[in-house]
């Protein structure tokens, strides 16, 4: 059956249940939500640290060190009984909870202790080594529900969302995920109770356990959110919303009200620790109402996420929002030869492909002479040897002069609402960037009509943020 009616889904990120005062919020959002919604559906991450505690946890046994791994089970098992000696106060369901916590930590400890002894771990292994995060986190938020009065009932998300048989980064088959979440929480809602999901992970038809990847737990939420036609999905985190800037770099940074999809994922691309694009996508695409929140400021309005721009761009200020990317090197050919060559950048990002690097930012001088990219530091060394491999004829030829890098740089991203249809934005970016005297080494455009990107050098980081984000007040 189809649950349709006055229907809200709330996630919870990992640092609003990584505390007692994140869990106590917790509490009051959803009994006060249950007020105003007939129907309110949770999707819960584990709690903060865990899952880089696993991640460990899964290194450790592949090196074949299984005693420090029973040493960070047993921390696990330490902080579930903790928060529930400090939240709950019935003393029966903390030992009901700790009952139900007992099998999946012994199987944890069995899986590891397996891959301890063939000292390999495949990625379906890694996957539900990780899963037990969020198998837990449900199951003590579940009693700490029930303690505070609320019908709540954990619900793996194995049992409603249905993916491919990918890994690590599994891709959802929506029409499965709708018939069964709708057959396993319709009748659950309908009785006045209040599921709590667990993020991130899901299963294939054959009922392998698999993980949704990079922002899984809100892309959890976004699909329970189509499948159920929710009205509303709302992301709670630990900051008010999408912000104009990294408060860290900017403390006056703001709250933006409004965003458009487009321009969120400009952000995400670009550095800024808000809801990955995919995770956000099926909710935009279904016409539901998405908002980011605050767990620790629940009366703050945060962000709504719409799908296309404001139409009154004009009154909106200059620049939206400022994001920045460290950890980059420039590289660049160079030559002669390049002049007239088809597909020259095609055969350079091919190469580079194959080291595996990931390239955020590309532009090309317009006598075609050079191309210039960033690459992750990292990667830079095996990125210069593989297109020095490619192009030694051509060097020794001297068709190519050079492969070059820089220092590392940064990748300062600005989202400007509307900048096609607006005159002079560039000119004051620029001029604003001249008259602080920083020195920009690059620029990228492209035809996206949201943002402009541009390299500095990692000194002038912070000045280029704060000088870009006194144009979101214009």
């Known amino acids: 059956m189809s649950v349709s009616q006055n229907l809200v889904v709330m996630k919870f990120g990992g640092t609003s249940v990584g505390s007692v005062d994140g869990l106590s919020k917790l509490v009051e959002i959803t009994k006060q939500t249950q007020k105003d919604w007939k129907n309110v559906v949770m999707v819960a991450s584990a709690f903060a640290g865990n899952t880089n505690l696993l991640l460990k946890i899964a290194d450790l046994a592949q090196k074949g060190n299984f005693l420090a791994v029973e040493t960070k089970i047993d921390e696990i098992t330490v902080r579930n009984e903790k928060i529930l000696l400090d939240m709950v106060r019935d003393a029966s369901k903390r030992e009901k909870a700790n009952l139900r916590l007992k099998p999946l930590l012994g199987e944890l400890k069995l899986v590891c202790q397996a891959v301890s002894v063939i000292k390999e771990i495949s990625p379906r292994v890694s996957d539900l080594i990780v899963s037990f995060g969020e198998r837990m986190s449900v199951i003590v938020i579940e009693t700490i529900l029930r303690d505070a009065g609320v019908r709540a009932e954990a619900v793996e998300a194995t049992k409603l969302i249905v993916t491919d048989d990918v890994h690590q980064n599994a891709s959802p088959l929506l029409a499965d995920t709708i018939e069964k979440t709708n057959r396993r929480l319709g009748a659950l809602l309908e009785k006045g109770g209040v599921p709590v999901v667990t993020g991130f992970i899901a299963a294939s038809r054959s009922g392998q356990l698999t993980t949704l990847g990079r922002g899984g737990s809100d892309y959890s939420a976004a699909l329970l959110g189509v499948a159920l036609k929710a009205d509303e999905v709302w992301i709670w985190t630990d900051v008010n919303g999408v912000m104009t800037a990294d408060p860290r770099l900017v403390p006056e940074a703001k709250t933006i009200p409004q965003i458009s999809y487009q321009e969120v994922s400009e952000l995400a691309y670009f550095g800024a620790k808000v809801l990955h694009p995919k995770t956000i996508r099926p909710v935009i695409e279904a016409g539901i109402k998405l908002k980011v929140l605050n767990t620790f400021e629940p009366d703050n309005p945060g962000t709504e996420l719409t799908a296309g721009a404001s139409e009154n761009y004009n009154e909106e200020p200059i620049i939206k929002s400022v994001t920045a990317i460290r950890g980059v090197q420039l590289v660049t050919v160079e030559g002669s030869g390049m002049l007239g060559v088809p597909g020259q950048?095609?055969?350079?990002?091919s190469a580079v492909?194959?080291?595996?690097?990931?390239?955020?930012?590309?532009?090309?001088?317009?006598?075609?002479?050079?191309?210039?990219?960033?690459?992750?530091v990292a990667y830079t060394e095996c990125v210069v040897a593989?297109?020095?491999?490619?192009?030694?004829?051509?060097?020794?030829?001297?068709k190519i002069d050079q492969v070059k890098t820089t220092d590392e740089v940064v990748i300062?991203?600005?989202?400007?609402?509307?900048m096609q249809h607006r005159l002079g934005v560039a000119g004051k970016i620029f001029s604003a960037l001249g008259d602080a005297e920083i020195n920009v080494l690059a620029i990228s455009h492209g035809s996206c009509e949201v943002s402009l990107s541009l390299i500095v050098g990692v000194e002038a980081m912070q000045p280029t943020v704060q000088v870009l984000h006194s144009l979101t007040a214009l």
């Open 345 to 349: 950048a095609a055969r350079f990002l």
């Open 353 to 376: 492909s194959k080291t595996g690097a990931t390239v955020p930012f590309i532009t090309e001088a317009s006598s075609e002479q050079s191309i210039t990219f960033a690459v992750p």
């Open 386 to 398: 593989a297109l020095e491999d490619l192009l030694a004829e051509q060097i020794e030829a001297r």
């Open 412 to 418: 300062v991203t600005v989202v400007c609402p509307n």
